[in-house]
T-cell receptor
Framework: ETGVTQSPTHLIKTRGQQVTLRCSSQ?????VSWYQQALGQGPQFIFQ???????GRGNFPPRFSGLQFPNYSSELNVNALELDDSALYLC???????????????FGQGTRLTVV | QKEVEQNSGPLSVPEGAIASLNCTYS??????FFWYRQYSGKSPELIMS????GDKEDGRFTAQLNKASQYVSLLIRDSQPSDSATYLC??????????FGSGTRLQVQP
């Protein structure tokens, strides 16, 4: 158990819809990162939040957005869903201090999103 | 060229044998290296991390790092059927994110 909890575990959406995925960080962790893992691929970095600010972003379009709350829980929002957005979405949390934010290494159980 | 490359497999080994998984990376500035195990339908689970050249052992697992050759490997001794999974190599290039390979599927035959 990593202490990182994601909800829901599975979700089916229609192309063009919007979706919100949620992540509850491990206690004391102030940094959260989101990754997308397509079938047969390794996880790809979407973005990272530190103390409620976006702290880094991968090669994903603006329709992928996020929020981090004062209790360090987080949301991933995806607008205008496309079929290629079907994937396992992973959240990971860690502690970070200033600019020395190491990579997060411990993932939640993931949310399986299917876009039809 | 992909930033982190792994042979997709499947790598098939008999029970009790040593499984050797390999990974190469392109960014010479990479500092931290990780191996994850992922069972089908589950999220990746961290099994090893390595930061300096040489070997690091943890139980049946040994991670090896050679920064000059930009090469990371994972050895699994006394392989068990429960080790059958996809093994992901991940690299921290200093951009506050992990870059993953596509994974190697390991099959341990009873």
């Amino acid at each position: 158990e990593t202490g990182v909890t994601q909800s829901p575990t599975h979700l089916i959406k229609t192309r063009g819809q919007q979706v919100t995925l949620r992540c509850s960080s491990q206690s004391g962790h102030n940094t959260v990162s989101w990754y997308q893992q397509a079938l047969g691929q390794g996880p790809q970095f979407i973005f990272q939040y530190y103390r409620e600010e976006e702290n880094g972003r991968g090669n994903f379009p603006p329709r992928f957005s996020g929020l981090q709350f004062p209790n360090y829980s987080s949301e991933l929002n995806v607008n205008a869903l496309e079929l290629d957005d079907s994937a396992l979405y992973l959240c990971a949390s860690s502690t970070g201090q200033g600019a020395n934010l190491g990579p997060v290494a411990f993932f939640g159980q993931g949310t399986r999103l299917t876009v039809v | 060229q992909k930033e982190v490359e792994q042979n997709s497999g499947p790598l098939s080994v008999p029970e009790g044998a040593i499984a050797s998984l390999n990974c190469t990376y392109s960014d010479r500035g990479s500092q931290s290296f990780f191996w994850y195990r992922q069972y089908s339908g589950k999220s990746p689970e961290l099994i090893m991390s390595i930061y300096s050249n040489g070997d690091k052992e943890d139980g049946r697992f040994t991670a090896q790092l050679n920064k000059a050759s930009q090469y990371v490997s994972l050895l699994i001794r006394d392989s068990q059927p429960s080790d059958s999974a996809t093994y992901l190599c991940a690299v921290d290039t200093g951009r506050r994110a992990l870059t993953f390979g596509s994974g190697t599927r390991l099959q341990v035959q009873p």
